[in-house]
């Protein structure tokens, strides 16, 4: 029953996810020659898809080095995980750490990738492409997260393509439609960094994963010790009990108070405007008298 339920709650979230890709506009999806392309012609075993999001199967990218799989892992325990990664992001002057996936994310990531982790063998990985709503300048964004997820030193490694950025259905830039087959939403790659925009803010239990040729951190590429992230979100109260941990309720209260900020500053910019009437119609009678002046 627990199966069937989960299931169900995979697909509502996926006609969800998809809608929020039309929530601005039909989305065009590029005409791939053959139906093999419709996933950037990557070969792999399909978990689930929706558009261009996907969460799949594939060979690992550095053959001869295995990884330690099949892997168990609950879809709870990867919950857990996944909702301890936060990103340092900041928004009208104020840096603040926000979460890496969205709920919808969060959900079809946590019931798809453990199903992946079980079948794969010790040369595949578990790619994903996920776009989820997320805080924006003014508004909520649609942002595009990608990433190769696999197990290696008793380790769960996930190396990101992208974290989250901005997606757009056209270039801003000529207001065409983006062939995705010449600029495809990739996974992370273990052969190189991809820089992400926004940083990982490292939690206890995840570190970066150390490039042994260079001696250099990776700032794509999070290690996390499984066992110690469920035992730290265990101690602050945030896994799935429906406690409300002292961090939420922080955050909360954060969020209250900017936007009492952003409220005052409105107050006091409709005051300065109100102050500077006069002046304005004085000027505006000004260019009156100019533009009558023969």
């Known amino acids: 029953m627990r199966r069937m339920v989960n299931l169900g709650s995979i697909i509502v979230v996926s006609l969800v996810m998809s809608m929020s890709l039309t929530g601005c506009g039909t989305l065009t999806r590029d005409k791939a020659p053959t139906d093999e392309d419709i996933i950037l012609g990557q070969e792999g075993r399909t978990l689930w898809e929706a558009g261009l999001q996907y969460v799949k199967i594939v060979d690992s990218d550095k053959p001869g ?7 168990s892992i609950t879809s709870e325990q990867l919950r857990t995980v996944l909702s301890s990664l936060y990103v340092n992001n900041t928004i009208l002057l104020r840096e603040r750490q926000e979460p890496v996936f969205s709920p919808a994310e969060l959900q079809i990531l946590s019931a798809t990738i453990p199903n992946g982790l079980s079948q794969a063998g010790p040369e595949e990985d578990i790619t994903f492409v996920s776009i989820g709503l997320h805080k924006g300048t003014i508004s909520r964004e649609r942002k595009t997260n990608t990433g190769r997820v ?30 995705r087959r010449l600029h495809p939403l990739l996974p992370g790659s273990r052969n190189f960094d991809s ?78 405007l109100f102050d500077m009437s006069d002046e304005i119609d004085r000027l505006k009678k000004e260019i009156e008298d100019l533009k009558a002046t023969p």
């Open 195 to 272: 820089n992400p925009s926004l940083p990982i803010a490292l939690d206890e239990g995840q570190a970066h994963y150390i490039d042994p040729e260079t001696g250099k951190e990776r700032s794509d590429w999070i290690v996390i010790d499984i066992a110690t992230v469920l035992a730290i979100a265990k101690e602050r109260g945030s896994g799935d009990d429906g406690r409300v941990s002292p961090e939420l309720l922080e955050d909360v209260a954060r969020s209250k108070q900017e936007t009492g900020n952003l409220r005052e500053d409105v107050g006091n910019l409709k005051e300065i």
């Open 65 to 71: 080095i295995a990884n330690e799989h099949p892997e």
């Open 150 to 179: 696999f197990m290696s030193g008793g380790r769960l490694n996930i190396v990101f393509g992208k974290i989250h950025e901005v997606f757009r259905e056209k270039d801003p830039a000529t207001n065409q439609p983006i062939d």
